[in-house]
């Protein structure tokens, strides 16, 4: 029990001094190292070896030696010091958001682009700080924020969700995916008089303004569409594209990562783009998340020739023989 509550008083300084002292075996470079007075150093190891109750040191006139004992409590005392000092910045890491893990949500496609700059730049920033990505269906729009299995999430908007804080990344333009011999996939571009009457595919949701926007309720003038077909995955969606029961709304971005060789994306014109936004519940950003959406914001801002590109008005291409 003394053994202990020795251990307690001295954990700190004397420690350090005591493994300095060690270093050098010269009672006056030790004391040079640390600031200290000769007298002052060499009484804090009396005092040390007094709580211990051994001899930690072999002192002539000549020469200073460590004991076995002393030895062997080096070994301890570096071992404890390490361990003391990696807790410490391990709790003021965790105290200012450098430490914990971040669970990212996203939708089908992520930020596009940007999303392997925001993670790249994000891990280098915060090494100490685990991202674990979380990739939400149709039947999620929140991408995980709605039940809180997420922090931070790529969203398309609008989501209807609790008190939802979001910061737009970029607006993609929109585009009808069609069957590859539809009427309308040789035209150069598409509004929504020309696709008002065609029967829809669209993801399987709750979220009814999620719903509106990509059957686009509110350019239709009342007329809902004449059929819907609810699919549950991005895959799922495009082979009722190219089995020709459906054509489906989505963004630009679906030319270069969803090809598929019965499908042809025309750009639709005279609607608003699709905003993709970080996004996170008002009542639940912790430090470690917030500094990923700071992180997301400062790479949205840096990297304007990508989100540039991103928003530059789609153009069809033809996926014939992918």
């Known amino acids: 029990m003394h053994l202990q509550s020795a251990v307690v008083d001295v954990a700190t300084q004397k420690l350090r001094n005591f493994v300095v002292v060690a270093e050098e075996l010269n009672m006056s470079r030790a004391a040079t190292r640390l600031f200290v007075t000769q007298q002052a150093l060499s009484k804090q190891l009396r005092d ?24 062997a409590f080096l070994a301890s005392v570096r071992e404890s010091l390490s361990a003391l000092d990696a807790g410490v910045a391990a709790a003021r890491s965790a105290s200012q958001g450098l430490l914990g893990t971040v669970r990212l949500g996203f939708v089908i496609g992520g930020a596009l682009e940007l999303t392997a700059p925001i993670l790249a730049e994000f891990s280098a920033r915060y090494p100490d700080i685990q991202l674990e990505l979380r990739e939400s269906g149709f039947a999620d729009s929140s991408a995980g924020l709605g039940d809180r299995s997420s922090d931070v999430a790529f969203v398309r908007l609008p989501v209807t969700a609790p008190e939802l804080e979001t910061v737009s990344l970029f607006v993609e333009p929109l ?42 309720a509110d350019d239709r003038g009342g007329r809902p569409p004449t ?96």
Request: glycine share 8%; charged share 20%.
């Open 48 to 71: 040390l070896e007094g709580d211990l109750g051994v001899r930690l040191l072999e002192r002539t006139t000549r020469s200073m030696t460590l004991t076995p004992a002393g030895t």
């Open 175 to 216: 585009v009808v995916a069609l069957p590859l011999r539809h009427r309308l996939a040789g035209r150069p571009s598409l509004t929504v008089a020309d696709v008002v009457n065609e029967p829809l595919a669209i993801g399987r949701t709750g979220d009814a303004a999620w719903q509106n926007f990509w059957t686009l």
């Open 227 to 322: 059929r819907i077909y609810e699919t549950t995955s991005q895959t799922e969606e495009l082979e009722v594209v190219a089995a020709g029961l459906a054509c489906s709304i989505t963004v630009a971005g679906a030319q270069r990562y969803t090809p598929h060789s019965g499908v042809r994306y025309v750009p639709l014109t005279g609607v608003p783009g699709s905003t993709l936004a970080v996004a996170w519940r008002r009542d639940h950003l912790g430090s470690a998340a917030e500094r990923f959406v700071a992180v997301a914001r400062q790479v949205r801002d840096r990297e304007r020739a990508i989100v540039a590109a991103i928003e530059a008005p789609a153009t069809r291409i033809d996926n014939a023989g992918l």
